[in-house]
């Protein structure tokens, strides 16, 4: 038997011991120089995905509408016989082709990189050694242990432990969790639910079961808001050229022009209106910001995921490890029932277990570690039995072994759960209460500890271990930043409400603490209030968190919701932004938008600026892509009807499109100022703004014609290239109109994009000078063009300014 030909059957009724002795020698796991050997033989733990061919790819970017419309013109040219038109336009449609491939193929290795980011670990044995690797580095063989809230990495014959509970549902189609026990298989991608086990890993990569019977998920398509906002624009605006076009048909039919010339200038004439760059702007600006924001520490799953947390105005942040340090300590230990402190840390490590990694467990363990004699006292104990923490029980639990071969257990967890387990829970219920009181007024939090009597399940509650987790150096200092920015921080904690209040005092948060139990099993209109003017939340389960999510979204909030947990899941699906903490496991990965690298509130306060940033970056084009679209459409359509003549040809329109994408690609470069406050799209502003604009442009492009005929008295061929200069220049200047509020020098632009728009103005006024492909007009005819669009710029900024003014003072009534 060997990977390849084990089948899902195979494998259920092969026993563990004959996988032992085909996968690995024994259960210390494999030697490095073993696994060497298996990655040569079965590769890496991958599921890989059918790649995309380049050729295909750069194919690609000659089908859709807008190059099928170049490509119509350019047969078009063919057939009336404008051959330079034809190599022309053949050459830019080609060009333009390049420029796309490689705009979406940078964008492509910018996702490829975030999907490395977001791998999968894997707790693995080898040489003895528990290590966490990363679960593409498994190989058949391998000794792997999988708990609460991992995802399986790979096909694993489960070897050892209780049991586990699955969610399997996404490779076989189950509804409920399926309980998996020791012989059983355990699926590579189903999602641990509850338990801990390990297990021997017998098939890896496209060999697993799911591997085998199922597709890749494809990444949801879903539109955010600000994507569809954008498309209707895009809808708007070829609902706005076909009127204007179909009015430029009417005219030339009505005065007996050639209708095949007048098609072909429809079609450039259409291609140049409506938004040809928008996918790629989208997609490159998507991308590059993804790749910013995983500097700031936040790693995006879905892209969408940036603009959505650009309007997110409430979030909902986890105490712990967001707006604490979660550097755990313990600040003192309360003993019962003639048991010492000693005692109780001892029994407190033995219902810990190190290899876990649990920020708890290991505080009790590193302060046990400090009793004189700990190694000789430790050593005296056999754990037979161990049961990890699981949210529906609340502690953790061991059977245990002394040297004296007596059996006893030994638990921890929250102090009411350990204290309904006890038999002395009668005399001691005031008292544990007391101290849990006097600890949560200090900010710490109590963990119970209890044991049986040798074997019995008559349990003893014998002490209290009290831990404290300080506020990060950062956090007051965050909120307050958050507050500014129009960010509404709620804290969300399973602690009890006296240790929230009093960690909300630190961080400058309101000390108004809602319960859990202030909010269920009553109706959402008597609770949206308090929720809404809760400034955090205590002793909240996962379920509370996604009840909180709903009625804030109800109330028309944009969500952003921590957490870190399995149970969190339906949450951090349910916000409009779900946020895996730094410490998450891997379901609560998978269900979240954004996954932060390091702990702490500023990474999400940094990752919202930037958010803000990119949103800012689409809007600034947005309202120059519109205001484009009007000052072309209108200018040339009331050209052609008052003047009876083009002002510009089909291959002017052509190269004005082409290079202004080609610039306009660096936008997502630019340099921003954020909002202050959550960004919502306001269609109106957009259209107000980019109409005025638009309408200016209008105004001034007739200034020129006027002046080209009346007073320098160019011929017809001439001023079309005056025209086209001047629709260019002025054309990039609106672009650094836009992207201020206030006037243009306020916030200086990106040197890439500076140097874009200089690179092809320089070649628009060259071509025009010297005749390249376009009637030459001289040196003096340019610089006339230039100076004025300038001036018109300068005007231009001004009115903006005016504008902006007016509609804040409206937005504010």
Same mark, same amino acid.
């Given at each position: 038997?060997?990977?390849?030909?084990?089948?899902?059957?195979?494998?259920?009724?092969?026993?563990?011991? &004959?996988?032992?002795?085909?996968?690995?020698?024994?259960?210390?796991?494999?030697?490095?120089?073993?696994?060497?050997?298996?990655?040569?033989?079965? $590769?890496?733990? &991958?599921?890989?995905?059918?790649?995309?061919?380049?050729?295909?790819?750069?194919?690609?970017? =000659?089908?859709?509408?807008?190059?099928?419309?170049?490509?119509?013109?350019?047969?078009?040219?063919?057939?009336?016989?404008?051959?330079?038109?034809?190599?022309?336009?053949?050459?830019?449609?080609?060009?333009?082709?390049?420029?796309?491939?490689?705009?979406?193929?940078?964008? #492509?290795?910018?996702?490829?990189?975030?999907?490395?980011?977001? *791998?999968?670990?894997?707790?693995?044995?080898?040489?003895?050694?528990?290590?966490?690797?990363?679960?593409?580095?498994?190989?058949?063989?391998?000794?792997?242990?999988?708990?609460?809230?991992?995802?399986?990495?790979?096909?694993?014959?489960?070897?050892?432990?209780?049991?586990?509970?699955?969610?399997?549902?996404?490779?076989?189609?189950?509804?409920?969790?399926?309980?998996?026990?020791?012989?059983?298989?355990?699926?590579?991608? !189903?999602?641990?639910?509850?338990?801990?086990?390990?297990?021997?890993?017998?098939?890896?990569?496209?060999?697993?079961?799911?591997?085998?019977?199922?597709?890749?998920?494809?990444?949801?398509?879903?539109?955010?808001?600000?994507? %569809?906002?954008?498309?209707?624009?895009?809808? =708007?605006?070829?609902?706005?050229?076909?009127?204007?076009? +179909?009015?430029?048909?009417?005219?030339?039919?009505?005065?007996?022009?050639?209708?095949?010339?007048?098609?072909?200038?429809?079609?450039?004439?259409?291609?140049?209106?409506?938004?040809?760059?928008?996918?790629?702007?989208?997609?490159?600006?998507?991308?590059?910001?993804?790749?910013?924001?995983?500097?700031?520490? !936040?790693?995006?799953? %879905?892209?969408?995921?940036?603009?959505?947390?650009?309007?997110?105005?409430?979030?909902?942040?986890?105490?712990?490890?967001?707006?604490?340090?979660?550097?755990?300590?313990?600040?003192?230990?309360?003993?019962?029932?003639?048991?010492?402190?000693?005692?109780?840390?001892?029994?407190?490590?033995?219902?810990?277990?190190?290899?876990?990694?649990?920020?708890?467990?290991?505080?009790?363990?590193?302060?046990?570690?400090?009793? &004189? +004699?700990?190694?000789?006292?430790?050593?005296?104990?056999?754990?037979?039995?161990?049961?990890?923490?699981?949210?529906?029980?609340?502690?953790?639990?061991?059977?245990?072994?002394?040297?004296?071969?007596?059996?006893?257990?030994?638990?921890?967890?929250?102090?009411?759960?350990?204290?309904?387990?006890?038999?002395? %829970?009668?005399?001691?219920?005031?008292?544990?209460?007391?101290?849990?009181?006097?600890?949560?007024?200090?900010?710490?939090?109590?963990?119970?500890?209890? %044991?049986?009597?040798?074997?019995?399940?008559?349990?003893?509650?014998?002490?209290?271990?009290?831990?404290?987790?300080?506020?990060?150096?950062?956090?007051?200092?965050?909120?307050?930043?958050?507050?500014?920015?129009?960010?509404?921080?709620?804290?969300?904690?399973? #602690?009890?409400?006296?240790?929230?209040?009093?960690?909300?005092?630190?961080?400058?948060? $309101?000390?108004?603490?809602?319960?859990?139990?202030?909010?269920?099993?009553?109706?959402?209109?008597?609770?949206? &209030?308090?929720?809404?003017?809760?400034?955090?939340?205590?002793?909240?389960?996962?379920?509370?968190?996604?009840?909180?999510?709903?009625?804030?979204?109800?109330?028309?909030?944009?969500?952003?919701?921590?957490?870190?947990?399995?149970?969190?899941?339906?949450?951090?699906?349910?916000?409009?932004?779900?946020?895996?903490?730094?410490?998450?496991?891997?379901?609560?990965?998978?269900?979240?938008?954004?996954?932060?690298?390091?702990?702490?509130?500023?990474?999400?306060?940094?990752?919202?600026?930037?958010?803000?940033?990119?949103?800012?970056?689409?809007?600034?084009?947005?309202?120059?892509?519109?205001?484009?679209?009007?000052?072309?459409?209108? =200018?040339?359509?009331?050209?052609?009807?008052?003047?009876?003549?083009?002002?510009?040809? *089909?291959?002017?329109?052509?190269?004005?499109?082409?290079?202004?994408?080609?610039?306009?690609?660096?936008?997502?470069?630019?340099?921003?100022?954020?909002?202050?406050?959550?960004?919502?799209?306001?269609?109106?502003?957009?259209?107000?703004?980019?109409?005025?604009? $638009?309408?200016?442009?209008?105004?001034?492009?007739?200034?020129?014609?006027?002046?080209?005929?009346?007073?320098?008295?160019?011929?017809?061929?001439?001023?079309?290239?005056?025209?086209?200069?001047?629709?260019?220049?002025?054309?990039?200047?609106?672009?650094?109109?836009?992207?201020?509020? $206030?006037?243009?020098?306020?916030?200086?632009?990106?040197?890439?994009?500076?140097?874009?728009?200089?690179?092809?103005?320089?070649?628009?006024?060259?071509?025009?000078?010297?005749?390249?492909?376009?009637?030459?007009?001289?040196?003096?005819?340019?610089?006339?063009?230039?100076?004025?669009?300038?001036? *018109?710029?300068?005007?231009?900024?001004?009115?903006?300014?005016?504008?902006?003014?007016?509609?804040?003072?409206?937005?504010?009534?």
């Amino acid at each position: 038997m060997n990977q390849e030909s084990i089948t899902s059957e195979e494998l259920e009724n092969t026993n563990i011991d &004959e996988l032992y002795k085909i996968l690995s020698s024994n259960d210390s796991g494999l030697s490095n120089s073993e696994v060497e050997k298996r990655y040569e033989k079965y $590769g890496y733990n &991958e599921i890989t995905e059918k790649k995309v061919s380049p050729i295909i790819k750069f194919l690609s970017n =000659f089908w859709g509408p807008i190059p099928w419309m170049i490509e119509i013109a350019v047969i078009l040219s063919a057939v009336i016989a404008h051959w330079a038109d034809f190599w022309i336009i053949l050459a830019l449609l080609l060009l333009n082709a390049i420029v796309r491939f490689w705009e979406e193929h940078k964008a #492509d290795n910018a996702i490829e990189l975030l999907k490395q980011n977001l *791998a999968l670990k894997a707790k693995v044995k080898r040489d003895g050694k528990w290590k966490t690797l990363e679960a593409r580095d498994l190989v058949p063989g391998d000794i792997i242990r999988v708990r609460l809230g991992d995802i399986i990495p790979a096909d694993v014959k489960l070897t050892k432990g209780d049991y586990l509970l699955v969610d399997q549902s996404a490779l076989t189609g189950e509804s409920l969790p399926v309980e998996k026990k020791v012989s059983d298989i355990g699926y590579s991608g !189903a999602i641990v639910k509850q338990g801990e086990m390990d297990g021997l890993v017998v098939t890896t990569g496209m060999n697993t079961y799911f591997g085998k019977t199922t597709k890749l998920v494809e990444e949801a398509k879903n539109r955010s808001h600000f994507q %569809k906002a954008v498309m209707k624009i895009g809808n =708007f605006l070829m609902v706005f050229a076909a009127i204007l076009v +179909g009015i430029i048909f009417l005219v030339s039919i009505l005065r007996n022009t050639d209708l095949l010339s007048t098609f072909e200038f429809a079609l450039v004439l259409t291609v140049a209106s409506i938004p040809v760059a928008l996918p790629a702007v989208l997609s490159v600006t998507m991308a590059i910001g993804a790749v910013a924001l995983t500097k700031k520490e !936040a790693i995006v799953s %879905k892209l969408v995921a940036i603009e959505e947390l650009a309007g997110v105005d409430i979030l909902c942040s986890d105490k712990t490890g967001t707006i604490t340090k979660n550097d755990l300590s313990v600040g003192n230990v309360i003993s019962f029932n003639d048991f010492s402190s000693n005692d109780i840390l001892i029994y407190g490590t033995l219902a810990s277990r190190e290899e876990d990694e649990d920020a708890i467990d290991n505080t009790i363990i590193d302060k046990a570690k400090m009793i &004189e +004699g700990f190694e000789k006292i430790i050593n005296g104990y056999t754990i037979a039995n161990f049961t990890p923490f699981d949210p529906v029980i609340k502690r953790t639990e061991a059977e245990v072994k002394d040297k004296d071969g007596k059996k006893f257990k030994v638990a921890k967890g929250a102090p009411q759960i350990i204290l309904s387990l006890s038999s002395n %829970k009668q005399d001691l219920s005031n008292k544990v209460n007391e101290y849990v009181d006097e600890f949560a007024e200090k900010g710490y939090r109590a963990l119970g500890v209890a %044991k049986t009597k040798n074997n019995e399940d008559s349990w003893i509650f014998i002490g209290l271990i009290a831990l404290y987790d300080p506020p990060r150096d950062d956090s007051a200092e965050t909120i307050k930043t958050a507050m500014a920015m129009g960010l509404n921080v709620k804290m969300l904690t399973g #602690d009890h409400s006296s240790i929230a209040k009093e960690i909300a005092k630190t961080v400058n948060l $309101g000390t108004n603490i809602v319960p859990s139990s202030s909010i269920m099993d009553k109706s959402d209109e008597d609770t949206i &209030e308090l929720v809404e003017n809760a400034d955090g939340f205590a002793e909240v389960f996962p379920e509370h968190k996604y009840h909180i999510v709903e009625l804030l979204q109800d109330r028309g909030h944009i969500v952003g919701m921590t957490g870190d947990g399995v149970n969190d899941a339906p949450a951090l699906k349910k916000a409009d932004v779900g946020i895996a903490v730094s410490n998450a496991t891997d379901a609560a990965k998978s269900a979240a938008d954004i996954t932060l690298t390091k702990p702490g509130l500023s990474v999400i306060i940094d990752a919202t600026i930037e958010s803000r940033k990119i949103f800012q970056r689409m809007l600034n084009y947005s309202t120059y892509r519109i205001a484009e679209t009007i000052r072309i459409l209108i =200018f040339i359509t009331l050209a052609i009807i008052i003047f009876q003549f083009y002002p510009i040809t *089909a291959l002017m329109i052509v190269l004005l499109a082409i290079l202004n994408d080609a610039a306009i690609m660096t936008i997502a470069y630019d340099n921003v100022e954020y909002n202050k406050s959550p960004e919502a799209w306001d269609m109106r502003r957009v259209l107000t703004m980019a109409s005025i604009l $638009g309408i200016i442009g209008v105004f001034s492009s007739f200034g020129v014609l006027y002046i080209g005929l009346q007073v320098f008295h160019v011929d017809q061929i001439t001023i079309q290239s005056l025209i086209y200069l001047k629709l260019s220049v002025a054309g990039h200047l609106t672009v650094f109109v836009v992207r201020t509020k $206030g006037h243009f020098w306020t916030k200086r632009p990106a040197k890439i994009l500076f140097i874009a728009v200089v690179a092809t103005q320089i070649i628009a006024t060259l071509i025009t000078v010297y005749g390249i492909l376009l009637p030459a007009m001289g040196w003096m005819l340019a610089l006339f063009v230039w100076i004025y669009a300038i001036i *018109a710029f300068l005007i231009t900024d001004f009115i903006k300014v005016f504008v902006n003014k007016i509609l804040d003072k409206r937005s504010k009534i």
